[in-house]
């Protein structure tokens, strides 16, 4: 690998990284993975640097994944939900923010369900930014702890069939996914019902399948996404029942896809839904995985962002 | 008040005739228009690289008073109109409460005639509380002085009310003017339709939601006879759709904004959320850009109006999705269009100053004062060679909300004239 150095204040999103970065993410990830196996997980790596996690959206998993990352490296963090803060008091978001980097943080970790909110405040704050998700624009780091995991399993992430299925249109992990396969030389297929299949997607060189059976064929990767069940309020599709059986990936569907095929899933998962059980729980499923590599990857962009020390 | 304006292209919009003069004015009045004027002891202005242009007309602008006085007022309003060169607006009914009552109509004149700055057309509600339920009176307003009549911000959507306030304003020759957009189709959007909205995960909204609009209330006036203006036109569509009821002779007109002319959706993408380029209608694609182009110069476009939208900043520094539609537009529009339409498009001045006076005069049945000796002096001075940059920390509208800012921009307004008085002069609204 070539030798790049980290050059960015905020992490906002996929686009606009070089391969060359991704491989230094990867790289640092590996270190970190390697912390993460001590008996004792901690360095003292971000000692004395304040980390501030502000999700205004409901999150376990990429709340806790960066709250660990954070502490793992002797960072300190401050977690805030947004229900018992001032938010509800009719703050603006400016406010906010504003109010936590007086007090000294030196990142903000921000998940909003408004598209463009991270870029948003970087252009307004000293600190660093990142992204946790911001509406249906991207999830950075949920992309790049998909493709370290690949990585792992693969021992590559070039040159591969990525089948992203379900909900495009919404869908920020398949942005931020879509961004990262490209970026390092692998092919991506989405597929879904049409109507949530955004406008213009093939603009980003993907190509767009709606027979999930020849969209699965020859695939290295099957990402599955959520299906927000709200959607079928709104008419964007009739029943969940069709859903699934048109778009389900169950056991009979994935033999259609290559023998080593991976299945990945941004979680949490509606089982019987966009996925069956038995697929989610296969040997070829890599979830619980991306949820390890995810406190991991974590760590590796704090690590990066913040300028630690030398890792010990 | 004597004032010689020397060797200055006077523009006559409606003929689409442009000469060089002398023009002299004594007291507020036009008192010479020659070849060369020999006064001495009086002001004295050298014309060259200047154009005087007649009853500069803006016929869409928000000037949020009652009710939203912190993003603008009458005052505010007017100061910022007559510093972009304008003598003469329309305000939207979109207040709190809106215009849909008599007693509405003439507090504006009122307010108006004690501000004594631009001179100010309020325009009526087409449905009592802009709810779209139930005609407002109409007929009251129109004989309190209201111009036109229109829910903007809010279309019409049920077809028999727009039936009917087309065929009920046909008893007072008066526009019904609509905002064309489905808004079923546009709900939660924030910019348009397409690849942009999709790259930034905004809720697009698509251009359909404007073209069927067009198309169905093009239909009403052919069924009703009515007479009927279409806002803020953006798309390629309805451009087409428009064109085809002026070759059926079918009673309408429309108009363009200057930033659907001169920006596009890739904008919002450039400037990284920028809420300053979020409006309604949305910036649209560079294939409608081109369309509007084209359909200002074959007059399918007969108007240029601001859609002067100001907003605090807190409406604006927000997220996007969140943030208010509306872009500031009294004090950037001409220097825009002469940058734009003239210097880059190559659109004759006459042309393009057409549809910003002489043709919306005709449309609200306001008065048009041609630049004629004896005529009371109601124009604009607007010096084509200045060049400087947009500031809008400088601006008049206490709406900053522009996403022109920084931008350099080519012919400013440098003095405006109202119905004989000095208003505007060397940057400065010259208040009473």
Known sequence: MK??????????????????????????????????????????????????????????????????????????????????????????????????EAMGIDALIIRHSSSGVANFLAKKLSCSVINAGDGMHEHPTQALLDVYTVYEKKRRIDGMKITIVGDIMHSRVARSNIYVWKTVGSNVTVCGPSTLIPPGIENLGVKVEYNIDKALEDSDIIYVLRLQLERQKKSLFPSLREYHYLFGITEDRVKKAKKDVLIMHPGPMNRGVEISSEVADSSQSVINEQVTNGVAVRMALLYLLLGGGKLE | MRLLIRNVLIIDPENEIEVKKDILIENGIIRGISERINEKECETIEGEGKIIVP???????????????WKEDLLSGSMSAVAGGFTSIACMPNTLPPLDQRSSIEYIYKRSKEIGLVKIYPIGTITKGREGKELAEIGEMFYAGAKGFSDDGNPVLNSEILRCALEYSKMFSVPIIDHCEDTYLTQDGSMNWGKTATLLGLKGMPWVAEASMVARDIFLVQLTEGKLHIAHVSCWQSIEIIKWAKNNNINVTCEVTPHHLVLTEEHVKEKDYDTNTKVNPPLRTKEDQEALWKALKDDIIDVIASDHAPHHQDDKMKEYDLAEFGISGLETMIPLLITFGYYYRKIPLSKIFKKISYIPSKILNIPFIPIKENNLANFTLIDIYEERKVDSSKFYSKGKNTPFDGWKLKGWPILTIVDGKIVFQDGMVKNA
């Open chain 2, 55 to 69: 009853s500069l007309t803006d016929i869409h602008t928000h000037l949020r008073e009652p009710g939203f006085e």
């Open chain 1, 3 to 100: 030798i790049v150095s980290w050059r960015h204040k905020d992490l906002l999103g996929i686009e606009g990284l070089t391969k060359e970065e991704i491989e230094l993410i990867i790289e640092t990830t590996s270190n970190m993975k390697e912390i993460l196996k001590r008996t004792i997980k901690k360095v003292p790596t971000l000692r004395g640097k304040t980390i501030c996690i502000l999700f205004y959206e409901p999150s376990t998993r990429t709340r806790s994944s960066f709250e660990l990352a954070a502490k793992y490296l002797s960072a300190d963090t401050i977690s805030i939900a947004t229900s018992v803060s001032s938010v509800q008091k009719g703050e603006s978001l400016l406010d906010t923010v504003k109010t936590l």
